[in-house]
């Protein structure tokens, strides 16, 4: 109790709690009277009690305390003055911090990846770029890479692409299905040129077939877009699995004022699961050079050089093409492991 001031002839002890809507103790509130020469202060204990010594006239009481609302009680110099209680409401001040929480509406039909799944990968083989897709595709190499992936999605098979309806894959809205080839219509054999760190988003379209995407649709179309520039100036990866398998990743991404541009090689080889090896070798180099006109308009110059290359398979041979052909030769091929 802290009570400034002349000393009154006529005194009187103030006592009483400080609680809550709850009727719980507000415990450490600062308990003000005040009357017309002086003022006195205590502070509530840990069961809310209070007691200061005052004069006898008219006194008014207030409680303060952090998050306590404005509190006011008179206290007539006829009131009684012993066992008060105190009745405060807490008041939640306004927060200095916003939050502003978008969203866009859903579209169930399109699955949406970020570049987190590509920068976070090790990828050997160019399967595991779809594979990491997760949207019930599967991709497989049936001739250890030289040739374009097969692909199966949701019990069909596409062949390379493009039977049974096909799988449309683009790239930064290009198409790389090819509409006639040897193998078959559809075929993706371009995609051997996409570097998974390069692969800014993926959209993913379920199907059934969209005339706004045409032919080869009809189970889905795969869309990627690649980047316009890197996070780090220069990038390098370099990684190592069995058979012999490496693949390296080199890139520099300049940052300049009005333009996004980076340069990138990657390189892999691998001699595979096979008795003679694969020696399937893949280089790709990319460039991109975007110009910036304004916030909004851009030009894009991107170019790609890819060159697969790899030997033939080991063959597992029957005693009777062993007879005839001896050491066999191409020709004598029977299947491919």
């Not at 990828?123 to 595991?128: A, G, I, K, T, Y």
Request: hydrophobic content about 35%; aromatic content about 10%.
């Amino acid at each position: 109790m802290i009570c400034p001031g002349k000393a009154q002839t006529a005194q009187r002890f103030v006592r009483g709690v400080v609680v809550n809507e709850r009727s719980e103790a507000v415990v450490g509130a600062t308990v003000l009277a005040q009357w017309t020469t002086g003022s006195c202060t205590a502070t509530t204990d840990g069961q809310g009690a209070f007691s200061m010594r005052v004069p006898g006239g008219p006194v008014t009481l207030s409680v303060i305390g952090r998050n306590i609302g404005t509190f006011h009680q008179m206290l007539a110099a006829d009131a009684p003055s012993e066992k008060l209680r105190l009745q405060i409401d807490y008041v939640i001040p306004a927060g200095r911090e916003s939050i502003v929480i978008t969203a866009t509406e859903a579209d169930p039909a399109i699955d949406r990846r970020n570049d987190s799944v590509y920068k976070n990968t090790l990828f050997l083989r160019d399967d595991q770029l779809f594979e990491t897709l997760d949207s019930g595709i599967n991709a497989g190499q049936h001739e250890g890479g030289g040739k374009s992936l097969e692909f199966r999605r949701f019990g069909f098979n596409l062949d390379h692409g493009g039977l049974n309806g096909g799988l449309k894959v683009l790239v930064d809205d290009i198409p790389q299905n090819q509409a006639t080839q040897a193998h078959g219509q559809g075929y993706l054999g371009w995609l051997k040129a996409l570097s998974p760190e390069l692969v800014d988003d993926v959209d993913i379209i379920n199907g059934p077939f969209s005339a706004e995407y045409g032919d080869f649709s009809a189970l889905g179309v795969i869309h990627i877009r690649l980047k316009e520039h890197l996070d780090d100036t220069w990038m390098l990866r370099a990684q190592g699995g069995s058979f012999n398998g490496y693949r390296t990743f080199a890139a520099w991404s300049p940052h300049l004022k009005d333009a996004d541009s980076f340069l990138s090689w990657e390189h892999a080889y691998t001699d595979g699961p096979f008795k003679t090896p694969l020696n399937y070798v893949r280089d790709n180099i990319t460039g991109n050079y975007t110009f910036k006109i304004t916030s909004i308009p851009r030009v894009r110059f991107r170019s790609t050089w890819c060159t697969p290359a790899y030997s033939i398979a080991s063959v597992i041979w029957t005693p009777v093409t062993a007879a005839k052909c001896g050491t066999p030769p191409a020709a004598c091929i029977t299947r491919r492991i």
